[in-house]
């Protein structure tokens, strides 16, 4: 499987979206700030969304769609599946 992901900080100030075939190893990575770049410099740790794709080339055009997308479209997705912008990372033990 691979996931296009959308993660955010404390605030829900910042967000970042991106894409991984292991969602648990990445949101570890991110959560312990072992990638070094925008989310280690903006503290973006909390897992606010997910999609699931068998195919790699779907995930991919996927997240290059949202990344395109205004913060205001971005926001309506997130709050489509997580109205309170919870942290399904800490819920799925992430």
Do not use: C
């Amino acid at each position: 499987m691979y996931y296009v992901y959308i993660l955010t900080n404390k605030t829900d100030e910042v967000m970042y979206i991106g894409v991984t075939n292991d969602l648990r190893r990445k949101l570890y990575e991110h959560k312990n700030e072992q990638i070094d770049g925008f989310t280690k410099k903006y503290h973006v740790h909390k897992l606010v969304y997910f999609e699931e794709y068998s195919e790699v080339n779907d995930a991919i055009a996927r997240e290059k769609q949202l990344k395109h997308w205004v913060r205001t479209k971005k926001n309506s997705l997130v709050e489509s599946k997580n109205p309170i912008w919870l942290d399904w990372g800490s819920l799925f033990g992430f």
